[in-house]
Structures are given as structure tokens and as C-alpha cells.
């Protein structure tokens, strides 16, 4: 401390003896040399009454703990110089996680910019360093040690209840306390100049209704003030000052400062005490274990204060009271640089494209997938492993990366409820994550209705037009000169017409360009919304006079089942993107031609659109993991997982020694089939582990407002085993791509050491490389450790990928179906799309993601059943065909809970910004393209 002198002060008395024994202290009117003894002396054990204070401390931070699971509390010293004297055993030792922080000698102040510590003074430093100016850069809610200005100003005024304080005095208080001295109404003497002892010294005993002197060396008549008191604590640094003869009678007295007298004096005087004090020693006898005592006091109280301000009571409490990592420091950590990053706010941003560039040579990383059992009503818990497992990697020097799809407003409102993980294991801000983040979504949805607008449009105006008057006002004249448009050009070549002057095509060729004959009975393409909204599952359209009464049925499906939202997680670049999305599929002609986005002339439009949605968002968990959230296609309906151009750049921040990890929704029988013979197929990216999440419990029914059954609350191994078969099953399936499978356990206070290791072992035993249990909802990173190092281990095992393929193997071997079905719907729908070319495209069916069958009542292995195709659509732009099995839409419906509701804080108002005037250079359409919107003529430009 700043007022510690190496040395000590010795008197005659018990000599050496006495040395052993130095973490005592006098609560007597006699103290070593520094006050000539009078009469015996009763010495209070400091040491013994710290250590009752520290047991005290340890049972309250058991407590905080079990109170809030994962929660620990901490604190944080700083060093400058070649000190060894820090706290950090103390802290440990109640429960607290202690950082260390050194500095060199060598430091200069520039360095320092330092909040949230204990800062060890005095500062070692070969340099001037301005202590003041350091220590006031503490927050006064985290400066346990009572050091900042604010701290003592609040002191002074009496707000002890609203202020930590010096560490010194207040031991020195818990002293008297202890020896049963009433301090009221006592008259108290303090003397010395130091601001660490005696103004805070004299505020305490002061606010403890004592009358208080303060004096210092220099006062006139000190032994007359010395006399008056019945408390005397003495803080001057100047030996044998006080003498015995000034000090009265049955005072108590303290000295706190440490004095350097020569060692020539070693005297046994009977029952009078001369108490001396070793020279290694920091500060004396029993006030330096007091001393370290109250600094854990003040962080037990800081920790309770902080805890009562920021009570964590569910999922977004505990998300709001986590301090965030600028992201924009984040991204500098993890390898970005500044220009390839755009920052929305502190907490997220979108990565540029142009990141890939300046890593290519840099190698990936070990790259694996979370899939897990077929859901259950107790949750698998992907999220959850994924937002909490990659801090486990710290201890064993690896870096990690983790890679989720962005939520659908559809499912948090409902009851499902949020996808950002849990507990203190999610990515943060909550709200953010699961609420808009960046736009990608809402970008999705227009882009999406842009073409349900363009088709209908289409065909409104092409039914009273002849083929001329379509041209004209395709082609219009300007100056009497006709020009085709690069757009122009593009369909011109798919109809394998080569021409470029608008006045040489033919009358049929005029035809085939201006008409799409679109029919409005094989429209394939739908509006979205990204709520559920019931009453637009199936709608009919064109009702109004001005539609020439023809009316059609549509429907409304999910934003994150549209086919541009598998293209955004399977493109790898913009210009792949805009091929894409210009192939998209959105009608049958009469002819059976398909008719594409392309066709319509609004890929152009499309691009600009969704230009920065191909940017991955940028994030972070609770634990400053960085996190990619990019795409987001449901699992049973689209292929279910996210970008492969996030996995790409995370790949390479990582290194070839780290790992990205990636995510495949709902069960291993469809986002993780989905990961491996689409994304994979595309992306060219081979994973090197599966993660299988799977949890105890989850079969019987839950009635709402009654008691859970008892499969839930008892253990039950007969049960445990039975349904063991599921996860078998999906350990089958998993390893069907020869890879090596490690099954996480995600344990729920209800389950028991014997069940969860029961699912441990028959795991192993049927394929999984390994099967560990991990507890991060409760314990965050330090709960998955033992996960982590089994992915680790199984990371170098030998692995050969390989696809299944076709639509009967697949559904054979990851159903265990006995055969399929195609309904006439289907049948036709195989036909026409084998005739129009897309027959060989993958698969990615959608069925059901409660059963391995197409009935969400089939539980476990269901066997020896027809699976039914009722029809067959088709995401040419994304690459896929997916099949409706059974009774599964494309509409995606969830019960709504009366729970969805949300704290949301304030709420922007929106920008608008002005389109440009050269738009239309961007979007590369004509500026005579003329749609009908809302009975109003729109000129797109």
C-alpha cells in the first residue's frame, strides 16, 4: 500500500517468540515502542477473526451461486512493477474467479486506461504515473478497495450504504467492533495527514456516532488530545511519537503504519507486552489479514449489488446484464480488418465479401455441424451447445467460431419462443438476434413480393394486349429508334433467338418475347410474411372490377421458406447470387415453358434488393465468442441451414488449428441430411464431426396447467433405454457419411447422474465416437470443457465423406421406410419438371420434424410404412426439388403463446431514403417495364 514502508518497528518484549505470531493486533491503551507500555496488554487475533469474516464470505458467494447458476462472482488486480503481494489466493479461496493483471516496470501511463480494478499501489513503475488520475478511472460501483474520489466523497457525506470504503480503517473498525467496544457516544482521537487512513478513519468512526479529533504531528498539545480519547487510532509513520504516559487508561488503541526501527532490542518484561513486527511484513500484525478480509467484503457487496440491480430472472435479464465487447474491437481481435467491416451499432455489424480475399491463403479450420434427435417438448438444445461451446476451447488454445441462421418472427412469437440459446448460454443483444437484426429478413419478404406483384402484373396486362402492343411498350420507340436492353438481350438468348435489332424479329419471335403466357392455374410462386398470420394460408386474389374478374387462389407463406432465402445461404458470391436468383422459377406458360424471375425482369431489381443481405451479420455470445448470423430457411421446407459464405470466412479467421462451427435445424433425418447432400454438395466444404444434441427426457404429452407427468420429474431408466432408440436411429444416420459422431448430453435439473450416464454409455456402445453430458445453460463455457475436448480428440480422428443419393436410398436408409408413394399431384409435378430439365437436381424433403416418418405421432423408429410424396416443388434458383411428404405446407404455422410478449425498449423510426436517378443503371432492366400496382401505374426505374 501507498503508506507501507519496508521495514517494521520492534520494542523490548517477547522478541523473536513473538515474530511467529504476526498477524495480530493491540486493542489496548499499549502498543510497541511507537506508545510506551503502562499496563498489560489484551491482544485481539486479527488473523483469527479475518478468517471467521473470509468463512462468513465463502457461504455467501456458495449462496450467490446457487441462487443465480453460472454465476461468478470476480475481481481484478492490477500490477505494476515486481510485486508479488496480490489478493489473488483470498479471492480464490471464497469463490471468486481473480485476474491478475501485470505490468512491467517499464509501464508509462499511456498504458494504464484502466477500469474495474483493485489497483496494487504504490505502482512499481521506473515511470511518472498519475496515481490520482489512474485510480479515478475505476467505476465507483466496481472500485472495492474505496480508492476513488467519488468513493470518498460519498464516504464523507455519509453514504455508507452507497460506497465502498478503504480497506485499512474499515478493518481497523471491524476491530473494535469485534473486541465489544461500543463506539457511540465515545470519543475517538485520530491522528496523521494520510488520505488512505486518516480522513476515512475519521468519516467512519464519525458515522458511527463517536466524537472524533482528528490530529496530526504537528498539533499543539497532541499528548492533551491523546489524553481525551477513548479510541485512539494512530496512522503516522513516526516510531515512538505516542507516549504511553499521554494514553488514557483503558483506552483502546490501533496502529496501522509500519515503522523502521533498528532490530537491537529483544527483551522478555513479564506481563508487559512490547509487541514487534517483522520487516517482510507489508503492513502489521493483524491488520493485514483484516485487510485482505474487507477487500473480499466489498467485492461479496459489490457482487449483491450488482446482482440486485441487475437480477437475472430469465433469458433476456441475463442477456441485458452482460457488459458487451465493442464489435468493432471484436472484429479486430479475431482478424477483420477496419474496411471490411461495416458497423450498424456497438453490437453488430455486417463482413464484407471482400474478407475471403485477403485470407485466401490462409488455411481452414476444423469445421463440424450441430444436428440433434428428433425434437422433443423438453427442446434438444442446439442453440444453446452452440452459443456456449466454443469458450470451452480457450483453455486448450484453440480459436472458434460459430456460424447460426437468423431467426423467423414466426416462431419466437409463437410457441416455440426465441432461438439465441438460453440461460447463460446465447448470443446477445437478445432482442437484436431474434427481433430484425439487420434487415435480411424484411429484404427477403420485398424481394419475394416483388415477384408475386411482377407475376401477377404479367399476367393482368398480357390478357386484353395484342403481341404488337406488348412489344411497343417493351421496346418503345425513342426518336423513332428501337434498342433492346441488356435485359433485353439476356431473354432474346434464352429463347435462342440471335438478334439484336428490335425490328428484324418476326411476328412468332415477337411473340415468344413479349408474351409469357403465364397460367394462372401453375403460379408456384407466393407472397410471404414473416409472422404467421393464419388467415392468409390460402386467400383468393383479383376480386376487383378493374382485374378483369379474373381471380385466382394464393396464399401467404413463411419470408423463411421462400426460395430467396435458401438462394442466400447457398450462394457464394454476388454475382452467383444474381444468376440465382434470375433462375428462380415462378410460373408455368401454357406451354408448360417455366418462367423465371429473370423472365419477368426483375433479377436486376432482386440484387439490389438483397445486396447487403449477402453480407453475414456479426455478433457475439455472452462469453465475447464471435458468432456469424446469415440465413435463415426453415429445416423442413428449405434445406435448413445457414450461409455457407459465413462458414467460409470463418473458416479462415480461425486457422488451421481452430474450429467453425456450423448448424442444421431440427433433427439429423432432415437439416443435417439437408447439411450434407445440398450445402455440402454446393459449398465443396467437408465437416470433420457431427454434434448430436440430444436430452433425457421429452416423450409424454404436457398438458397445459397441470402437473408435469412423472416421466418428467422421476427417474426412470426402463424409459431412458426405450427411448434410446431414436438416438440410435440418428447415430445411424449421422455415420451414414462416415463421419465421426459425438453425442452432447444436454443435462436438465430434473435428470439423474445414472440416466444421463446410461445414455452416455449406449451412445458409445451403437457408433458415437464419444458421449458427453454438458451443462452450459446453467454454467455457460465452463459447462461444455469436457464436451469441447471430445470434439477436439475426435477432430483428428480418420473421417471419409461421402453423399447418399437418390430420393428412395435416402429415404430408405434415413427414414427406414419400406418404400414411397408418389400421389398423382406429385407424379405429374416429377414429369414436367424432368421435362423442363430439373430432374436431377438434389433433394430436400419436406416432412414433418416431430417423426422420422410423415406422422408426427410415429415416435422413436417407426417401421414398415409407405411414405406418401403429395406433390413436388421446385427452388431452381437455390438447386434443390423438395417433396411434400404428407401433410406438411409451406405456410408454417405455430400455436401462439400468451407468453410472447416482449420488453423491446425504444423503437427507431424508420429511414427513408431517396431512390437514385441511375437505379436503373444498377438494376440493368428498362425503364418502360410498366407494372400494375394497387390500380396504379408504376414505371420502374
Known amino acids: 500500500r501507498g503508506t507501507s514502508h519496508t521495514g517494521g518497528y520492534h520494542g523490548e518484549g517477547r522478541g523473536r517468540d513473538c515474530i511467529g505470531k504476526l498477524n495480530r493486533i493491540l486493542v489496548v491503551s499499549i502498543m510497541g515502542r511507537l506508545i510506551k507500555a503502562m499496563v498489560p496488554a489484551e491482544i485481539l487475533n486479527g488473523k483469527d477473526i479475518s478468517a471467521q469474516i473470509r468463512a462468513r464470505l465463502k457461504n455467501q458467494v456458495i449462496q450467490l451461486k446457487e441462487q443465480v447458476p453460472g454465476f461468478t462472482p470476480g475481481l481484478a488486480i492490477l500490477q505494476v512493477g515486481n510485486r508479488n503481494d496480490s489478493n489473488l489466493k483470498a479471492a480464490e479461496e471464497i469463490g471468486m474467479k481473480a485476474t491478475d493483471i501485470k505490468l512491467l516496470r517499464t509501464t508509462t501511463e499511456s498504458e494504464t486506461t484502466i477500469h474495474g480494478f483493485i489497483v496494487q499501489l504504490p505502482l512499481d513503475s521506473d515511470n511518472s504515473i498519475n496515481t490520482e488520475g489512474l485510480i479515478n478511472t475505476i467505476a465507483p460501483e466496481k472500485d472495492v478497495d474505496g480508492v476513488t474520489s467519488i468513493s470518498a466523497g460519498k464516504l464523507a457525506r455519509g453514504d455508507l450504504n452507497d460506497c465502498f470504503i478503504r480497506c485499512m480503517p474499515k478493518g481497523c473498525l471491524e476491530l473494535i467492533k469485534e473486541a465489544g467496544v461500543q463506539i457511540a457516544r465515545r470519543h475517538a482521537v485520530v491522528i496523521g495527514h494520510s488520505k488512505i487512513v486518516r480522513a476515512p478513519m475519521h468519516d467512519l468512526l464519525l458515522w458511527n456516532n463517536a466524537t472524533v479529533t482528528t490530529c496530526h504531528p504537528k498539533t499543539a498539545n497532541l499528548d492533551e488530545e491523546v489524553n481525551k480519547g477513548d479510541i485512539l487510532v494512530v496512522a503516522t509513520g513516526w516510531p515512538e511519537m505516542v507516549k504511553g504516559e499521554w494514553i488514557k487508561p483503558g483506552a483502546i488503541v490501533i496502529d496501522s503504519i509500519i515503522n523502521y526501527v533498528p532490530d537491537d532490542k529483544k527483551k522478555q518484561m513479564g506481563k508487559k507486552l512490547w509487541l514487534m513486527w517483522h520487516t517482510t511484513e507489508p503492513v502489521p500484525g493483524g491488520l493485514r489479514p483484516m485487510m485482505v478480509a474487507m477487500l473480499m467484503q466489498s467485492t461479496v457487496e459489490s457482487i449483491k449489488r450488482f446482482l440486485e440491480k441487475f437480477k437475472p430472472r430469465n433469458d433476456i435479464d441475463i442477456s441485458r446484464s452482460c457488459k458487451l465487447k ?31 480475399e485477403h485470407l485466401k491463403h490462409q488455411p481452414d479450420g476444423k469445421y463440424w455441424v450441430v444436428t440433434g434427435i428428433t425434437p422433443t417438448l423438453q427442446e434438444k438444445g442446439k442453440a444453446r451447445l452452440q452459443s456456449g461451446w466454443c469458450k470451452p476451447f480457450v483453455p486448450i488454445s484453440t480459436r472458434t467460431f460459430l456460424c447460426v441462421r437468423q431467426p423467423s418472427q414466426g416462431p419466437i412469437f409463437g410457441i416455440k419462443g426465441v432461438a ?4 447463460y448460454s446465447q448470443i446477445i443483444p437478445m432482442q437484436e438476434f431474434n427481433l430484425q437484426l439487420t434487415g435480411d429478413i424484411h429484404a427477403i419478404t420485398v424481394a419475394n413480393n416483388l415477384i408475386a406483384v411482377a407475376t401477377d402484373a404479367q399476367i393482368f396486362h398480357e390478357l386484353p394486349q395484342t403481341d404488337k402492343a406488348l412489344f411497343n411498350r417493351l421496346v418503345p420507340s425513342v426518336n423513332g429508334v428501337r434498342k433492346f436492353s441488356d435485359i433485353h438481350i439476356r431473354r432474346l438468348n434464352r429463347l435462342g433467338i440471335e438478334k439484336t435489332d428490335p425490328t428484324t424479329l418476326t411476328d412468332e419471335e415477337i411473340n415468344r418475347f413479349a408474351r409469357l403466357d403465364i397460367d394462372p392455374e401453375i403460379v408456384t410462386w407466393q407472397s410471404m410474411l414473416d409472422t404467421n398470420d393464419r388467415f392468409l394460408r390460402k386467400i383468393t386474389i383479383r376480386q376487383t372490377p378493374t382485374k378483369k374478374g379474373h381471380t385466382r387462389t394464393a396464399q401467404f407463406d413463411s419470408s423463411v421458406a421462400s426460395e430467396i432465402m435458401a438462394v442466400l445461404a447457398l450462394t457464394t458470391s454476388l454475382e452467383d447470387m444474381r444468376e440465382r436468383l434470375g433462375k428462380m422459377v415462378v410460373a408455368s406458360s401454357k406451354n408448360g415453358e417455366p418462367v423465371s424471375a429473370e423472365d419477368l425482369g426483375v433479377g436486376g431489381a432482386l440484387i439490389v434488393l438483397m445486396k447487403a443481405a449477402i453480407k453475414p451479420n456479426f455478433m457475439q455470445t455472452l462469453e465475447g465468442t464471435p458468432v456469424f448470423v446469415h440465413a435463415g430457411p426453415f429445416a423442413n421446407i428449405a434445406h435448413g441451414n445457414s450461409s455457407i459464405t459465413a462458414d467460409r470466412i470463418a473458416l479462415k479467421l480461425v486457422g488451421p488449428e481452430g474450429f467453425a462451427v456450423t448448424e442444421a435445424g431440427f433433427g439429423a433425418d432432415i437439416g443435417m441430411e439437408n447439411f450434407f447432400n445440398i450445402k455440402s454438395r454446393y459449398s465443396g466444404l467437408r465437416p470433420h464431426v457431427v454434434v448430436l444434441v440430444a436430452t433425457v427426457r421429452g416423450g409424454p404429452v404436457v398438458t397445459a396447467e397441470m402437473p408435469l407427468p412423472k416421466a418428467y420429474i422421476e427417474e426412470n431408466l426402463e424409459l431412458v433405454e426405450k427411448g434410446f432408440s431414436n438416438l440410435k436411429k440418428q447415430i445411424e444416420n449421422d455415420r451414414m457419411f462416415v463421419i465421426p459422431v459425438v453425442v452432447a448430453v444436454n443435462a436438465f435439473k430434473m435428470d439423474t447422474e445414472t440416466e444421463l450416464d446410461l445414455v452416455s454409455h449406449l451412445s458409445r456402445e451403437h457408433g458415437a465416437f464419444d458421449a458427453v453430458k454438458y451443462t452450459h445453460w446453467a454454467e455457460g463455457a465452463k459447462g461444455a470443457l469436457a464436451l469441447a475436448q471430445a470434439i477436439q480428440r475426435a477432430a483428428q480422428a480418420p473421417s471419409s465423406f461421402q453423399l447418399l443419393y437418390d430420393l428412395k436410398i435416402t429415404a430408405q436408409k434415413i427414414y427406414g421406410i419400406d418404400d414411397i408413394e408418389l400421389l398423382p399431384k406429385a407424379q405429374h409435378k416429377a414429369e414436367v419438371y424432368t421435362k423442363q430439365g430439373f430432374g436431377n437436381l438434389p433433394i430436400c424433403m419436406a416432412k414433418t420434424h416431430l417423426s422420422l416418418s410423415h406422422n408426427p405421432e410415429q415416435k422413436g423408429i417407426p417401421t414398415g410404412f409407405v411414405l406418401p410424396i403429395c406433390d413436388i416443388n421446385a427452388s431452381i434458383g437455390a438447386g434443390f426439388l423438395y417433396p411434400l411428404v404428407g401433410t406438411v405446407t409451406t405456410s408454417k404455422v405455430w400455436s401462439v403463446s400468451i407468453q410472447a410478449q416482449w420488453e423491446l425498449g425504444s423503437i ?31 414505371q420502374i426505374t
Open 908 to 938: 427507431r423510426e424508420p429511414r427513408v431514403i431517396p431512390c437514385p436517378e441511375d437505379l436503373k443503371l444498377i438494376v440493368g432492366i428498362s425503364p418502360d417495364v410498366i407494372f400494375s400496382l394497387n390500380s396504379h401505374h408504376v
Open 326 to 356: 465493442p464489435i468493432g474491437k471484436l472484429a479486430r481481435e479475431i482478424g477483420l480488418l477496419s474496411e471490411e467491416v461495416e458497423l450498424y451499432d456497438k453490437t453488430k455489424a455486417k463482413v464484407l465479401l471482400s474478407a475471403l
Open 420 to 423: 439465441a440459446g438460453g440461460g
